[in-house]
């Protein structure tokens, strides 16, 4: 069956109990409906040139008048962003991806620093000079039970890798057989 | 020229990186004087908003001063000292005409869920933000305000997002005289928010926190009660006793996504990104507004989802309102504030520190290190 379009005002008592003054929206915002707007879909007269990749949320029509430029999409990260677009803001495959991206981002950027001649310094990155200034005893404890949990990691894996070697049966000479 | 430069979670720089550029006739070069770490930031730093990319730089309160203007730049000129909202707004859209700069939708081609803010994600535009020298900023004719006289650039900072937010939250949440507001969350937000609520009215203004050093510097500057979640056995049991059995009139949730206090919350949300952030303080918030009550939200979560008690705000009869700050609508009145001495913004600040030891003064911040409320970053040519 096909939605018709309806005047609303036409339909028996159609607004006879509205109250303009009951808006929770005051005083944050000027109430004005899509309908009350005589140019809602305005724009600035100048629009930011498109001369680099940029991802388009597909719940709107295009491209804003201005955005960033600083970090376009790129390398495997890039990949899993373009793809992520192909989805709404509504969707997890939008956002989840992004998430992804991100952590691959980071990945390529300790790879980046390498490839450009330079060992990120991980200590000053991470600030850990004020924790050692400000927070030592907690900060050397919680970087001793990190380093201890990495440690009992690494050999809980070494250790399960040597006992498979030593359980993996000698191969079978099926050939034999015959 | 010198900027912060993201990295990875928890993880942040000081490097060289190239001069912004005009892209847009309405754009405007400014040359940053102060600059601050946010809470909102931290989201950042900890790697929690999605389309955060390596070599991003983050800042969204930032004064500065022009030194360029593009063709259409009508309403400032070079060497004009001005504050930024931290939310970009074309000031001409659907709802930049309704006083939503906050929300404006020619900005942010990335999301329409979130207005463009500087420095916060490609989510939130993919716009480099002011923890650096120079920064970019499109439509300089609509947000930035040029700076009164005499005003200090360190109260001139604060009013790019600390004050307006808070006052917004206070503006929010409804506030009617001698009503009772409890504000969660003492950062500095919530500590502006809660100093804001006594603007509208309020009879009584509680604010809850985890940190006693938080909440001693907001019983002064706030002139608040202030507890700490971690003496009680249940928050909302405690609000509830404290008012009477009733609630609260009106609830702030000053936090967002790094709330603590919810183990369950911090896993998923926190830990494991399965929410978008952790809603402990929304919760709470919810629980502990009084039937009818209105709950204010002006802490950041992320764009997925979260757990929150939504049924106990349909039978409780709730009014959540929520939004980012719409700075160019309050400003006026903010600057008449400050300038009439009832708001004191430069009191929130407790560390300065040179834009260099930026990974510094982001843990500081993150780990509540030093006794740290709010930090300002001075770019090295601030002084020029």
């Known amino acids: 069956m096909e939605n018709k379009t309806l005047d609303p005002t036409q339909i028996k008592g159609w607004g006879i109990d509205a109250d303009p003054k009951n808006d929770p929206t005051y005083p944050m915002r000027d109430r004005m409906n899509v309908g009350q707007d005589p140019d809602s879909k ?48 509504n969707r997890y495959r939008h956002w989840l991806p992004l ?49 201890a949990a990495t440690a009992g990691v690494v050999l809980w894996l070494s250790s399960s890798s040597d006992s498979k070697k030593k359980r993996r049966p000698e191969p079978r000479n099926y050939l034999s057989r015959f | 020229m010198l900027a912060m430069e993201y990295r990875g979670p928890k993880r942040v720089r000081a490097t060289q990186k190239p001069m912004p550029e005009i892209k847009h006739p309405q754009d405007a070069i400014v040359r940053v004087l102060r600059t601050c770490i946010c809470g909102s930031d931290l989201h950042l730093y900890n790697g929690n908003v999605p389309d955060t990319r390596v070599g991003s730089t983050f800042g969204h309160e930032f004064v500065g001063e022009v030194v360029e203007v ?133 009879g009584r203004v509680i604010i809850i926190d985890q940190e006693d050093y938080r909440l001693e510097f907001a019983r002064n500057y706030s002139y608040c009660e202030a507890y700490n979640f971690r003496e009680m056995n249940d928050p909302v049991v405690f609000i509830k006793k404290i008012t009477d059995w009733m609630g609260a009139d009106c609830v702030i949730d000053a936090v967002g996504a790094e709330a603590a206090g919810n183990a369950m919350q911090t896993i998923t949300g926190r830990k494991l990104l399965l929410q978008a952030g952790s809603a402990t303080a929304l919760h709470w918030a919810i629980n502990s507004v009084k039937k009818g009550g209105v709950v204010s939200i002006v802490g950041v979560y992320g764009p997925t989802d979260n757990l929150i008690p939504i049924g106990n705000v349909l039978n409780k009869g709730l009014t959540i309102r929520a939004n980012q700050a719409s700075v160019k609508r309050l400003l006026p009145r903010l600057i008449d504030h400050v300038q009439n001495g009832v708001l004191n913004p430069k009191g929130l600040i407790t560390h300065r520190l040179p834009l260099e030891e930026v990974a510094d003064g982001y843990r500081m911040f993150s780990a509540k290190l030093d006794n740290n409320i709010k930090t300002v970053l001075l770019p090295p040519t601030a002084n020029q």
């Open chain 1, 42 to 89: 305005h724009r600035p007269d100048s629009l930011q040139p498109v001369d680099t990749e940029v991802l388009r949320s597909i719940e709107r029509p295009n491209v804003s008048a201005v955005f960033g430029t600083p970090a376009p999409p790129t390398g495997l990260s890039g990949l899993i962003r373009r793809a992520a677009f192909k989805y709404s803001e």
């Open chain 1, 99 to 147: 998430i992804v991206a991100d952590r691959v981002n980071v990945v390529e950027g300790i790879v980046s620093d390498l490839a450009h001649g330079k060992v990120p310094n991980i200590w000053a990155e991470k600030g850990y000079n004020v924790e050692w200034k400000h927070n030592r005893s907690a900060f050397i404890t919680k970087m001793s039970l990190i380093a």
């Open chain 2, 70 to 202: 593009g063709s259409e730049v009508t309403k400032l000129k070079t060497g004009d000292r001005v504050i930024v909202p931290f939310n970009i707004a074309c000031g001409e859209c659907h709802f930049c005409r309704q006083g939503m700069f906050g929300n404006c939708h020619e900005s942010n081609t990335e999301a329409t869920a979130v207005g463009a803010i500087f420095g916060y994600s490609h989510t939130a535009g993919g716009f480099d933000g002011g923890q650096a020298e120079y920064t970019r900023v499109p439509y300089a004719n609509v947000g930035p305000t040029i700076i009164p006289e005499g005003m200090d650039l360190d109260d001139a900072v604060l009013l790019t997002d600390v004050v307006p937010t808070g006052y917004q939250a206070a503006e929010m949440a409804g506030i009617q005289t001698g009503d009772t507001v409890v504000v969660f969350g003492a950062g500095p937000i919530g500590i502006m928010a809660a100093r804001c609520a006594w603007l509208f009215g309020a």
